[in-house]
């Protein structure tokens, strides 16, 4: 019964961290007089061709984020520690970053353009939401078990 409420509260916390991770990025782009969908374009470039219609590269970007976000939140709720599942979040989120944008981003031309920091920010805000959510949703159930 454990690992249903485990993955039951992965699922929540990893939904809620794909539906906000995106605000820093785009409200830095919007700040700035940047391109907005900029980010998204690339993401979806990852699945199809860049020369795509944009409403094909947002269903790809929805598609490779969606996964990418269920891998990673998979991941870390395997490993990361029940204590101190917020802070171990966001620090693992920042090595993520660095594979996500540094190694693997680096294959592909979309992704190499975009500027590191908003996206870093992005990786950070995706580690604070979900162990933020985590750590909610085990001491509320803690506390009504």
Do not use: K
Request: with cysteine.
């Amino acid at each position: 019964m454990r690992s249903s409420i485990c993955w039951r509260d992965a699922l929540v916390a990893g939904a809620f961290a794909a539906l906000l991770s995106g605000i820093p990025s785009t409200l830095y782009a919007w700040a700035t007089g940047g391109d907005v969908m900029e980010a998204t374009r690339a993401a979806g470039a990852m699945l199809i061709p860049a020369t795509s219609a944009e409403r094909e590269l947002v269903i790809a970007a929805a598609i490779v984020h969606i996964n990418v976000s269920l891998f990673w939140t998979a991941v870390l709720v395997v490993l990361l520690p029940h204590r101190h599942i917020f802070i171990g979040s966001i620090v693992a989120l920042a090595f993520i970053a660095i594979l996500d944008l540094r190694v693997i981003g680096q294959l592909f031309p979309e992704i190499r353009a975009l500027s590191f920091w908003p996206q870093f920010a992005d990786h950070l805000a995706f580690g604070a939401v979900l162990g933020g959510v985590l750590a909610y949703r085990r001491r509320h159930l803690s506390a009504s078990i």
